[in-house]
């Protein structure tokens, strides 16, 4: 068992929720969600976001529309459906309550050291 | 794409590092390691502790000694290894930093709504 693998799995459940949480507030275009994912330090490669927003896109929770580029091609920008809103709210509701269950074991282990 | 898988995602990588926790402090039986994630309301069920212990003492992360009981059959009471008290506190950090990168991009898009 390798604790790369507990880490990726840590943090596998909680890009989704980032992507959705980046895309709800404005059309973003996949670097400028990666440099976002980046600046908040959770080191995510395009071989991996693209995928993701693939997954997001089929199960309708974000959206596209093609922008046109000054410098290149034209580029996807991608958004939050108003069901990727919902579902939004319930993985940060769901986050928050692993918060608290994680604290709550790590309080109580930590008491009787 | 199921909500519900997300959130199975999110909850995996955490229960290792429960786990680990829970035992770091002394050795306990697993009736006993269930109550306390139940009480921290992580559900989780009996198929899923065994075969997590099981792992996690193949990987010498926790070891057990049997105890006699007054009532029944000899127990398995496990406890974190020191092995596992350094996986312990790895991932242990690694969560800290998940949940300051999350913050960070839930902030972000709570401020520009």
């Known amino acids: ?3 790369e693998n507990t880490e990726a ?3 596998k459940g909680i890009l989704e929720l980032c992507v959705l949480s980046i895309t709800s507030r404005e059309a973003v275009y996949p670097s400028d969600i990666l440099s976002q994912l980046k600046m908040a330090k959770l080191i995510v ?5 693209y995928p993701l927003l693939n997954r997001l896109k089929k199960a309708e929770l974000l959206e596209y529309n093609w922008v046109e580029s000054e410098s290149g091609p034209p580029r996807k920008y991608y958004k939050t459906t108003s069901e990727g809103n919902k579902i ?3 993985l940060q509701e ?3 309550n692993l918060q608290k269950s994680v604290q ?3 309080d109580t ?3 009787t050291h």
């Open 1 to 3: 068992m390798k604790v």
């Open 9 to 11: 799995q840590m943090r």
């Open 45 to 49: 490669v395009e071989g991996t976001i």
């Open 88 to 90: 939004l709210n319930h």
């Open 94 to 96: 769901h986050w928050n």
């Open 104 to 106: 709550q074991i790590v």
């Open 109 to 111: 282990t930590a008491a």
